[in-house]
């Protein structure tokens, strides 16, 4: 059973770090829209851009 | 019908199409009918730039552009600049929009793809559900003005909003509570695998030291969770006490923080028992109840000031012979203003040159255009229909009309937590008496047993913890609301279900509730015998064409004559024009007949219809009625809602003739016409005080008092964007329907949680007097409270099952709007 002893600050360790990732995705704004990025992905598609003037987008 | 409904509608906005083909687009290389020539616009804009899958993923319609474009420019001055845009280094300028008919994730792909290829636009993000972009761009190599007419030019409607205001309030607080969910939800998951296992070794064994380090850990995990995760309870419990009125997270804030100071004793002791388990779960489930409340408060975008939305972006200002176009902020009392035709007032203020028409529809709720001539008063927020005219400005700001609609509404909204606090009120009662008794008990206890005093009071306070109490409610409403939202119903207020369920009067607005608020040619009356009704209406709508009024959108649908010539609009009477070789009039009664050298006969308010007559020189030819049609589903809602125990009136400030029409349309039903706002709010404050329980259904800004003044208020989403903000329920779509799924909603919903609160007292009943006699260990209560909770969520849950109704789309967007 002394495993455990190390198990559980491991799981600890895991814990913290699960909640610094959480914390840094509501930071980034990811979870304040739920519905686009679904649905962005099959909007963007791979058929060629049209001859548009250049945008700059850092974005 | 012979066309599959997406032929027969506009391609972009999914609105009637005007006569056969005159606007077309190619999309794959079959031409699709579009409506108007801003839509044709719209799609030419997104298919140029290769976006054209818009249209395969939005979820339809799209929003009609607003008649003509705006002009911005008055966003590109210095002053506009520093108010709604802010400085963020490198030259560079941040702003927030709303962004109007932005209703779908396709949307806001298309505004951040067709922005992102704007030279000098350095980043873009729009949000869908909250409707708002955030535009980062560099005023050297863009201007503001041109992104939001290029924002305009997509079909939405851009609202810069004011840095000045708390455009990210709503994102920092919603972004706070889910950091808290996610402490406690995280925490929760690792101290429940401890608490299982000290659970374990409670029935069969456990080495001493393994039980001390499980309790421990737990302790270090259970820390953040009470200081970080379960503050708001504390800061409440605490601000509650100071007003001296005990809300429920006095004692929730008292538990979590007895038990968990107990469980810190105890750990630190290493005797005793630890509540660790307990204390995260309820924090946890708490959380999660308010988080859900508060993200459907959010959605239904109740933080916006919405009445703002109803002055214009921007107006043309007078000095001296020159114009300049200034944001409403900038006006001052005595300034001079030009209003075009389409553009809203700005100001309060008098007329002074020229004549025109003003939709006063929002604020009035007379659905008729007024005529205002030279010395009328102007009211912000109408709209301008058909002159150019010149005002002085008056009243700005908080001195104008607009401003004294809004603090109406904010004084109506002030009365009724009277009855909104009732539940409140009664935790109170029973929060002091929990009080009462745990000090009673502790006072007993330190007689005759010192110590088992603190595990006793402890046990009581555990147990009687109104977890089931103050669970019960928010478990079963966040249910409910979940069951509207999926059949179209936002609820934005979670108590008003309450209300719903006992309500016993149902009150609609008729222009745009009831009806779908524009106006259909019902009949038509042929006074000259050489002609045909089709003659007629050619005629007409070939001069209706010209005309901005509401009214000429009845003839939009219908083959016009060719060749119109000479054209003049006569403000508030009607239009003239020559078709061939006869000069045409349409218009008011008296307007034709002065044409024709006859003396005129008023016609009377009480009829059904709105008429309009055609004539030309030798006296009226035809006469239109118009009637404004009611929703699909508004006869078939009205009556389940009569079935289901409530009485349907109709309070409206449109004329009486139309309003009995709609009555008698509706299953002869009591109405009231011509009622001003403060008739109908003196109308629901008398229904209430006769003891009734009022729901207010509405749409425009007149209705908002009124809707605040009701027990329940309903909106319309399709109708004026800022009913929804003051209203409980927001119905989504072009439905009624969602009337009757609310109302049975709010009864089951009523039932499950009078079973809930049932099952709480009688489970207190029996665990308090155990506990007070100190037959119960913490422990014991702790589990005892546990499945108390467990149960009354199940019970909630119940609210969600698979019969549930799912949304239907309202069948009027499938039929003709013309009937053939």
Known sequence: MNVIYLLIPLGLILLALSVWAFFWAV?????DD???????ILLDDDRAPPPAAPGSRDA | MDLAPSDRRCFHCG??????????VQIDGSPRPVCCAGCEAAVKLILSQGLGRFYEFREPPSQVPAGGMRNWSAFDREAALRRYTHECGNGERELSLQIEGLHCAACAWLIESSLGREAGLRQIQVNASTARAELRFDPHATTLSRLLARIEALGFVPLPLSFVGDAAEGTAERRAALKRLGVAGLGMMQVTTFAVSLYAGLLQGIAPDLEQFLRFVSLLVATPVVLYAAQPFFVSAWRSLRARRPGMDVPVALSVGAAYLFSVYSTLRGRGAVYFDSVVMFTFFLLLG???????????????????RLLPQSSLRLSGAQAERVTPDELRAGDRVRVLPGERVPADGRLNLGSTEVDESLLTGESAPQVRRPGHALTAGTLNLTGVIEMTVTHVGQDST???VSRLLERARAVRPAVADLADRVAAWFVTGVLLLAAAVALYWLHTDATRAFATVLAVLVVTCPCALSLATPAALAAATTRLARAGVLVARGRVLEHLADADRILFDKTGTLTRGEPRLEGVVVLEPRLTAAECLAVAAALEEHSEHPLARAFAHLPAAAGVREVRSVAGRGIEGVIGETRYRIGRSEFVREGCGRTTTPGASDREHTSVVLGDGSGPLAEFHLADVLRADARETVRRLTALGLTPGIASGDRSGPVAAAARQLGHIAATANLTADDKLELVRSLRSAGHRVVMVGDGVNDAPVLAAADVSAAIASGTQLAQVSADLVLLGEG????????????????????NLIWAVLYNLTAVPLAASGLVEPWMAAIGMSASSLLVVLNAMRLLDR????????????TPAIPA
């Open chain 2, 402 to 404: 607009l401003a004294a």
């Open chain 2, 290 to 308: 308010r988080y859900v409340e508060m993200s459907l408060r959010h959605r239904a975008g109740l933080k916006h000031d919405a009445l703002s």
């Open chain 2, 736 to 755: 009624l329907a969602g009337l009757t799924c609310a109302v049975e909603t709010s009864r089951r919903l009523m039932r499950i949680i009078r079973q």
């Open chain 1, 27 to 31: 930071r980034s704004g990811q979870f």
């Open chain 2, 803 to 814: 019969t549930a109704p799912r949304r239907v789309e309202p069948p009027a967007r499938l």
């Open chain 1, 34 to 40: 739920l519905d686009s990025p679904g649905v962005q």
């Open chain 2, 15 to 24: 609105g009637p199409l005007p006569a056969a083909g005159r606007f077309t």
